[in-house]
């Protein structure tokens, strides 16, 4: 079976731009989560869906939103880039919401800021 | 937002011996995972620890979720070259989403 997938693997903006990183989870599980990870640190998490519903937010700007399709898969929206925004973009599919729901994660989108 | 510290941050060790890094946290988490990282790469779910106490085995991996539910060790043994990398400890705090460490990079001397 195929793991989770994101596409594209490597990506390069330049400041202000907007990016769509997509993510298609495992068969059968119907979470997905975005994490940013930077260079030297562990993931931040940004958000969770469950269902096509937001289920979770972590502190990033308004600049960064994401959606759920009705196939459960998603994209994270990054609007007016900055340099910061520079990093492993990772998402991770679990079968449910809950804390004993195990998270996989894909193999991520390199995002570069120019 | 929560907190979590792994130590040691960086350690060099040869191969065949054991290795030995912990994470805590000043909260209580209800789920303690363990997940290897390699260069350009997501990270890979090694263990994962549902219950205060609990003791878990994955080759020559072994976890513990700590009596607290406010740490966890991950144990390696008699290491191998390809055991390099970087290990992160992932937290779920009650009702909230995984809260990952800062990872402890592992590296093996031939």
């Known amino acids: 079976d195929a793991g989770v997938t994101q596409s594209p693997t490597h990506l390069i903006k330049t400041r202000g731009q907007q990016v769509t990183l997509r993510c298609s989870p495992i068969s059968g599980h119907k979470s997905v989560s975005w994490y940013q990870q930077v260079l030297g640190q562990g993931p931040q998490f940004i958000f969770q869906y469950y269902e096509k519903e937001e289920r979770g937010r972590g502190n990033f700007p308004d600049r960064f939103s994401a959606r759920q399709f009705p196939n459960y898969s998603s994209e994270l929206n990054v609007n007016a880039l900055l340099l910061g925004d520079s990093a492993l973009y990772l998402c991770?599919?679990?079968?449910?919401?809950?804390?004993?729901?195990?998270?996989?994660f894909g193999p991520g989108t390199r995002l570069t800021v120019l | 937002g929560q907190q979590l510290n792994q130590s040691p941050q960086s350690m060099f060790i040869q191969e065949g011996e054991d290795v030995s890094m912990n994470c805590t946290s000043s909260s209580i988490f209800n789920t303690w995972l363990w997940y290897k990282q390699d260069p350009g790469e997501g990270p890979v779910l090694l263990i994962a620890l549902y219950k205060a106490g609990e003791l878990t085995s994955n080759g020559r991996l072994t976890a513990q979720f700590g009596i607290t539910r406010k740490d966890s060790f991950l144990n390696i043994s008699a290491s191998i070259p390809s055991d390099v990398g970087i290990y992160f400890c992932?937290?779920?705090?009650?009702?909230?989403?995984?809260?990952f460490g800062p990872g402890t990079r592992l590296s093996v001397l031939p």
């Open positions: 991770a599919s679990s079968l449910g919401q809950t804390s004993t729901d195990t998270q996989y």
């Open positions: 992932a937290g779920h705090p009650y009702g909230q989403n995984f809260v």
